[in-house]
């Protein structure tokens, strides 16, 4: 089998291994792994499994009981509140109250209110694991695992006890209950007597302060004569806003005119037009000569478009200007002068709404020294009758509610012996070992099929070497040598025949060359079958009609 000399060579196998498809592992794969590996594997995971089952079932045993109680809502009998809130109203008093369940001072309580007999249930599990002849006084009251937990979303707060003896685990799971009832029962009425009685002491005394400082008030009016203060400040501050009012206005107006009038002498000064002022400008009498004087100017220019300066139009036209001009020169004094007048007159308003506002002022000033030990003696009255009224008040509330008071909790369900332990858990460690044994199977199994590289198979011919396989040949040593190397050369279906015709379609698919090809059959160590594999492969090709040449 050759291939023209000019032709180029194909391109490697692994050049198409992305074209190619890739034969990959099947299920059947791994059950040959399994199989194979089975009398490794199984007695491993089989060790494993029940070493870890006895293991865990060495473990003492452990009884579980638990006994619930809820907080429920305080009834609203009265509108009034404790000195003492129990209730649980938020997640920060729920907490607080798991903390109390939590702590070292409710522990104690519960060991102390153990008796004799249920002194001896708790030890009953210790004594078992002592030596015989062990003094019951010598070991310790074990309370076991106390654990309280609240249930979610709601007001119950459940006691979870484990103990190596069951009875012990109910008895300890209920004397939690009861103690907690009977800290938060004495904890709302000590608190309750204690501020009832410190109430008591401090409405006295307040009431004492009240009449004391209520005598003093009616002892100082009767010296100022006060008996209407209050009406008399009023008439006072009234004069006062009054008074103020007044001196403001006068103020104003006076600084108007101010301005006025130094804007004439600075108009004067400047040699400025005077009827630019608007107080000038419009007075009635400025204002009337003002018009008739630019009327006569506009005449005037008028008439100097038709005649000369010394025509008698032109002179009686310049007299009446010069009358008018005159005449409201006089007029602009006269204003000026009245703008004066009412400078004086607002000077004088001034002073005098000064001196009102100065008097508003002093009885203001007088009335509020004597308002001023008035109010601080009328407010300690006020404050000291109040304070003694709104503790007078509390400390009703307080009978009344040490009266009624009530431990807004309850136990919900009592703890109950449970004869079967928890711990250990059959069911659950049977599952574990049975899961721990498939899985250690499964892995000593795969892990040994990754360590093992024999080629077995043909997934490990195209993973480990990196080539396409095309076929797979049975064995033929029964076969005489003859025989093997001219399976093809002969129409005879003997065996292994198919195999190598099976490789010639695999070729013919596998190859991306038309004809001519060019074949090497090759390997690493002789007696491997290279002349077995040339010559039927050769046979294969000239059996389709084929030319070949085998060297």
Partial sequence: MAEAALKPPSPPASAHRDDDAVERRTLRDYYVILRERLWIALPLALLVAIGYGYKKM????????????????????????????????????????????????????????????????????????????????????????????????????????????????????????????????????????????????????????????????????????????????????????????????????????????KQIEQFRAQKRNLLEIAEIGTHFAVAPLKSQLNRLQQEMSLLSERYFERHPEMIKKSNEINVTETDLARAIEQAIAELRTRHAEARQAAKSAEDEFARAEKAQLDLSETSIAYRSLKTDADSKEQNYRALLTRLNEARTVKNIENVPVRPLDRATMNPNPISPDKAQITKTSIGIGILVFLGVAVGLSFIDDRVKSAWDVESFIGANLLGIIPDLAAMKDDEKYTLLADDKQTQGAEAFLGIYSAIKINSKLDFPKSILVTSTIPGEGKTLISCNTAGSFARHGKRTLLI
């Fill in 58 to 261: 060495q473990v003492t045993p452990m009884y579980f009981a638990r006994a619930t109680m809820q907080f429920e809502k305080p009834d609203t009998v009265v509108q009034m509140q404790g000195v003492v809130d129990q209730a649980v109203r938020s997640d920060i008093d729920m907490n607080t109250h798991l903390e109390v369940l939590r702590s070292g001072m409710l522990s104690a309580q519960v060991r102390s209110s153990f008796t004799p007999e249920e002194q001896m249930v708790l030890k009953r599990a210790a004594l078992k694991r002592s030596p015989p002849g062990t003094d019951p006084n010598s070991i310790g009251i074990d309370l076991g695992s106390v654990t309280p937990v609240p249930s979610r979303a709601s007001f119950i707060i459940g006691i979870n006890v484990t103990h190596q003896d069951p009875e012990a685990a109910m008895i300890v799971a209920n004397k939690y209950v009861d103690a907690f009832m009977n800290y938060l029962f004495s904890k709302g009425t000590t608190g309750n007597q204690g501020a009832v009685q410190f109430l008591t002491a401090q409405a006295e005394r307040l009431r004492k302060e009240s009449e004391e400082a209520d005598h003093a008030l009616q002892k100082y009016m009767r010296e100022k004569n006060l008996l209407s203060l209050d009406s008399s400040l009023n008439i006072v501050t009234e004069q006062l806003k009054k008074g103020s009012a007044l001196r403001d206005d006068a103020r104003l107006r006076l600084l108007t005119i101010d301005e006025k009038m």
